[in-house]
């Protein structure tokens, strides 16, 4: 059984601060990895994607990922209030034959 | 590009019926999915297509769901009969890899 597990929160964040998301997932054989940003009521967006051990970064967003620890994070830089949103971790083999797996997701609040 | 689309947008319906949900994926895209989210598990994968051709199913929760793809730009999903443990929001994505994906705006489905 695939599991991707996510703390949900809500973490909440003051505007300007660095929000960390954290992931974990339980199969080994999973070789790419994402996170998506919902809005309530709306569909999930990809914001990220990583497929290698280390540090991927885009404007203010930077994924982290250590398949040693079966461990995925994101980090957000200067949090902004239209930064509020669920951030959800999915995590697929490599292919993605099995399609994405994901973790419930984490609820973040930037307070302004 | 006009995204993935999805109809109807919003369905209420009572138990028993026969629900139809349908899909157009993003021209040129190959990969097709179906997901199920709902507050308690989340989003599911159902089934996946590559190429018109479904490669795992193993997510249709029972025989009353099923799920067609009879060219590359039309997808659908069927519930008969339909429960109101089937009440969920149904997402459709695409991508032109199957680890690329864009969700459709979904279907809430209410089953009274």
């Known amino acids: 059984q695939k599991e991707v597990e996510q703390n949900s929160g809500p973490l909440s964040v003051p505007e300007g601060a660095i929000a960390s998301l954290n992931c974990t997932y339980s199969d080994r054989g999973s070789q790419s990895f994402f996170w998506y940003r919902q809005y309530s009521g709306k569909s999930p967006e990809l914001i990220m994607s990583i497929y290698s051990n280390g540090d991927k970064e885009d404007g203010r967003f930077t994924a982290q990922l250590n398949k040693a620890s079966q461990y995925v994070s994101l980090l957000i830089r200067d949090s902004q209030p239209s930064d509020s949103a669920t951030y959800l971790c999915?995590?697929?083999?490599?292919?993605?034959?099995?399609?994405?797996?994901f973790g419930k997701g984490t609820h973040l609040i930037i307070q302004p | 590009d006009a995204g993935v689309i999805q109809s109807p947008r919003h369905e209420v319906t009572e138990m028993g019926q026969e629900v139809t949900l349908r899909c157009k994926p993003i021209?040129?895209?190959?990969?097709l999915f179906w997901y199920r989210q709902t507050m308690m598990r989340g989003l599911e994968l159902l089934i996946y297509f590559n190429n018109n051709v479904p490669i795992d199913d193993s997510g249709m929760p029972e025989d009353r769901f099923s799920a067609k793809m009879p060219n590359a730009s039309f997808s659908t999903l069927k519930i008969q009969p339909s429960e109101p443990r089937d009440s969920a929001v149904y997402f459709c994505?695409?991508?032109?890899?199957?680890?690329?994906?864009?969700f459709g705006p979904g279907t809430r489905l209410t089953v009274l």
């Open positions: 994505a695409s991508g032109l890899t199957t680890d690329t994906q864009y």
């Open positions: 021209s040129g895209h190959n990969s």
């Open positions: 999915a995590v697929a083999r490599a292919g993605g034959a099995d399609g994405l797996t």
